[in-house]
């Protein structure tokens, strides 16, 4: 597609609940990138893949965080048993490869846990 | 610590006026990202600058880089409304993939 994707753009879950967070890259671009944005902060780095494999997870808060792309295009980040600091702006970015071209970033996922 | 520092972090001015926004980082990176953003939007590239004494120019905007004060600005040349915004800058850590942010500046022009 022409932009990163992401869906949905809104989400308000339950404390406890399970979401889901879906990333359609750049086609071609090799990189993909979650970060995690807190209102009125820069956003900080949760996880990159290199098409399928992830290779740093190390941003990840938790082990309640999952994040998977199984066929090297389409990722999804899954927060398990939300808690109220969970609550922020969720950003997919994606490149040709190490930063190559830049990085071009979706809309992101404001995610409230209530 | 790995740490990106922008300031001010908030600046309110008029139009027609000149200001810059610095941002002192921490690593050998020799790559610096500014990005734009909207309220409730994403980020928006506006600037690469991949080694010492880049300087490229969008507009109003100007971006410099001075990798050996670890120091990279952003000059905004007779500011317009349109230009309000929040402004971050980012540097791409040793790794070769991973960008640490600064907290961002919100800039504010008044008409």
């Known amino acids: 597609g022409a932009g990163v994707s992401q869906s949905p753009r809104y989400k308000v879950a339950k404390r406890g609940q399970d979401v889901a967070l879906r990333c359609d890259p750049i086609?071609?671009?090799?990189?993909l990138f979650w970060y995690q944005q807190a209102l009125g902060q820069g956003p900080e780095f949760l996880t990159y893949?290199?098409?399928?494999?992830?290779?740093?997870k190390s941003g990840l808060p938790s082990d309640r965080f999952f994040a998977e792309r199984p066929e090297g295009s389409v990722s999804t980040l899954k927060i398990q048993r939300t808690q109220q600091e969970d609550s922020a702006v969720y950003l997919c970015a994606s490149s040709l490869g190490q930063g190559i071209g830049g990085y071009t970033f979706g809309s992101g996922t404001r995610l409230t846990v209530v | 610590e790995l740490k990106v520092e922008q300031n001010p972090l908030f600046l309110s001015m008029q139009e027609g006026k000149n200001y810059t926004i610095y941002c002192n980082y921490s690593t050998t990176s020799d790559r610096l990202y500014w990005y734009r953003q909207d309220p409730g939007k994403s980020l928006e590239s506006l600037f690469v600058l991949l080694s010492n004494g880049a300087v490229k120019q969008e507009g109003r905007l100007m971006a410099s880089l001075d990798t050996k004060a670890r120091l990279s600005t952003l000059h905004i040349t007779a500011a317009v409304h349109d230009l309000s915004a929040t402004y971050f800058c980012?540097?791409?850590?040793?790794?070769?993939?991973?960008?640490?942010w600064g907290a961002g500046t919100k800039l504010i022009i008044k008409p």
């Open positions: 893949f290199q098409n399928e494999a992830q290779l740093d």
């Open positions: 086609s071609g671009h090799v990189s």
């Open positions: 980012a540097e791409l850590r040793d790794s070769n993939y991973q960008l640490i």
